[in-house]
Structures are given as structure tokens and as C-alpha cells.
């Protein structure tokens, strides 16, 4: 069975992380699957994919480009067995090339929801909701909770511990207080974070990431007078993220809105103290007591989760969450639950 994964833009985001480990596990011996990634374009290099796997080097710009773009997608789906796209405008165009292949030839189509639906460009959710547009073999999966209604929800893996050291997690290294893991743009909240280290006169913060907010943040914490506590770090190889994350005293993830942040999940796995906001994505990892959480956009709260985080009773029961979670939603119980999906789709026994 051959199997297409597509994602919009090759990055060092979430979505291609859990991309590069779909795509490892479909492919195990003896699963029966050939699976391979591509993405439209290339937005940014990556430790897990090259550009070999992008359709075109840059977002495309002009008509010849986006028609190459196009034709080299439409070969590969018409040539695949499943056809698996992440993030909305991979689905909505997945769904449009669809109907220029005739309909013997069109492959099952799994969409990952990675966003709630509410939060996709307005022409994406119109798109999405022309039922009469959506593929006569379909299946929606969501990564997180109440993403989309009626969706098959996977959580995605937290991977596993000697997988992250391999890669570069527990490396001997400097050690770091408060981190950030995220883009640098509204929805990540990075305001609130800087505004609540203003109230953390003893702490310092690291922000890994780059976006088009970096300027902006920058400003925020010159105007707040923390500027000199907080390091922009910028976009680094994984390795370093990932040996940040497992010697940092806590990470913080103060995001307005998400789905299932695969950093997040990363921390889970090398044992980071978490404070996070109190959004829907982030419920599980709260009901699991696996992060302390605050109330979304309030920098006050935010910086009494952060001190709360470092007493020991707290800190015992967020080892004991993370323990929880690891287990629940290991590499092997996720990969067992996407191969009996991909086989149900292909017809695999």
C-alpha cells in the first residue's frame, strides 16, 4: 500500500514533526506500507526533511510556479493508495485536485486536523464545510479534542525518551530557567510570557522560535524593563531545542489557542516542569496533572503558575502526570491506532 503524506510548508514546526514520525512508523518491516512526505513548498530548512521532499523552493510567486506546484502534486496523488494531508490549506487543495482525477483513480483520503476549524482562513472552512466538495472516502482526524465535530480523535504521540537523547536531549550543556518553544506570532502569546517576567524579578527567559513578531517582542521587553532577562535564541537545530528543553527549569506555554503542540508533548517526554495556559487544547495535559495552568492572557497568573511550579509538592505531582501521560499516549499505542486506520482505509486486512 502506498501511502502520500502532504503538508503545506516545510518548516521546524509541529505539523512536520509528527509528519517525520507518521511517516517513520507507517513504514516499519512488516506493516505492508510504503509511505513518503511531501510539502508545497519550502519555508524554512529543517532537521527532519530536505528539499528534496518540497514540490517548489520557495512560496510560490507567480503563475508558472504554482502550476509546477500543482502538476507534481496531482502525479503523486493519482499514484498513491492514501492520501494523508495535514494542516487546512493542504487539505483544501487536496480536496480541489481531487476533482480533476477521475473518480477510479482517486485515492482514500485521511485529513488531519491540526487547528480547530474555527481558526482556518474563512475561504478553507467554507471550502471544507460544501459537503458535495469533501471526497467519497474520507476520514477527519483531529490530533487534540473538539477540533472538528464529528472528527476521529488520535492524540499524537509523546515520543520516546532515548529517541529525543539520540537527538540530542540531556547533551552535556548550559543549563536554562524559564524557556519558550514556539513562532513568534499572536496566537503563541509570547506577550503575556514577557509582561508576567516582569512580575519574576530573580528569572530569566530563553524564547526559541523566530516569526513575524520577533520585532515586536523585542520592543515589549525593552518597554518593560525585562530585556535584560530575556534571550532571543531565534530558530536553532532541534538538538538544541531539545537539549534546552531537558535542562531548563521550566517550560512555559502561554498560548491563546492550539491543537496539540508536539513541544509540549517533547517536554512530557524529557521531564520539564510545564506551565501552559488553560486553553481546550491544553485540558488533557492539565487533567493529567502534567502542567500548571493559568488563566489565558493574564500575565498575573501567569507568573504565580511559574512560582507555584517550583514548590516540591507540585513538583511531585507533575512527575507523577507526565508518567501518566508518557503511558497513555506512548509511541507504540498511537502507531498501533494510525496503522489500523491507514489499513482499514487501503483495504488491508
Known amino acids: ?28 518491516p512488516g506493516a505492508g506500507v510504503s509511505a513518503q512526505t511531501r510539502f508545497f513548498y519550502l519555508k524554512q530548512e529543517s532537521d527532519l526533511f530536505s528539499a528534496v521532499n518540497c514540490y517548489v523552493k520557495g512560496k510560490p510567486s507567480k503563475p508558472g510556479q504554482l502550476i509546477e506546484m500543482l502538476r507534481l502534486f496531482r502525479r503523486d496523488v493519482s499514484s498513491c493508495d492514501i492520501t494523508i494531508c495535514h494542516t487546512h490549506y493542504s487539505i483544501a487543495l487536496t480536496y480541489l485536485i481531487l476533482m480533476t482525477i477521475p473518480r477510479k483513480r482517486r485515492p482514500s483520503v485521511i485529513s488531519v486536523h491540526h487547528w480547530p476549524l474555527d481558526r482556518y482562513p474563512n475561504w478553507v472552512q467554507a471550502l471544507l464545510r460544501f459537503r458535495w466538495l469533501r471526497p467519497r472516502r474520507v476520514i477527519e482526524v483531529s490530533v487534540a479534542d473538539d477540533l472538528v465535530e464529528g472528527s476521529t480523535v488520535i492524540y499524537n504521540p509523546v515520543p520516546r525518551g532515548e529517541s529525543l537523547r539520540d537527538s540530542g536531549a540531556g547533551v552535556l550543556g548550559p543549563s536554562f530557567d524559564l524557556i519558550a518553544v514556539a513562532r513568534h506570532s499572536h496566537e503563541k502569546g509570547l506577550d503575556t510570557l514577557i509582561n508576567a517576567l516582569g512580575r519574576l524579578p530573580d528569572r530569566h527567559l530563553t524564547l526559541f522560535g523566530s516569526g513575524a513578531l520577533t520585532e515586536d517582542l523585542v520592543k515589549l521587553a525593552q518597554n518593560t524593563g525585562v530585556a535584560s532577562r530575556v534571550t532571543f535564541a531565534g530558530s536553532r537545530p532541534r538538538p538544541d531545542v531539545l537539549g534546552a528543553m531537558s535542562r531548563c527549569r521550566t517550560l512555559v506555554m502561554p498560548s491563546r489557542w492550539e491543537a496539540m503542540p508536539m513541544s509540549l508533548l517533547e517536554a512530557v517526554s524529557v521531564d520539564s516542569p510545564i506551565v501552559l495556559s488553560d486553553i481546550a487544547a491544553h485540558q488533557r495535559f492539565i487533567e493529567f496533572g502534567a502542567g500548571v495552568p493559568f488563566r489565558v492572557d493574564d500575565d498575573v497568573d501567569l507568573a504565580n503558575a511559574i512560582e507555584a511550579c517550583g514548590r516540591a509538592v507540585v513538583q511531585a505531582q507533575l512527575v507523577n502526570g507526565r508518567s501518566r501521560l508518557r503511558a497513555e499516549q506512548s509511541e507504540s499505542v498511537i502507531g498501533r491506532s494510525w496503522l489500523s486506520l491507514v489499513k482499514s482505509q487501503g483495504g488491508v486486512a
Not at 502506498?2 to 521546524?12: G, M, S
Not at 512536520?16 to 507518521?22: K, R, S, V
Open 1 to 28: 500500500m502506498k501511502i502520500l503524506q502532504i503538508v503545506t510548508q516545510l518548516e521546524r514546526a509541529g505539523a512536520q514533526t509528527f509528519a517525520a514520525w507518521l511517516e517513520k512508523t507507517l513504514s516499519e
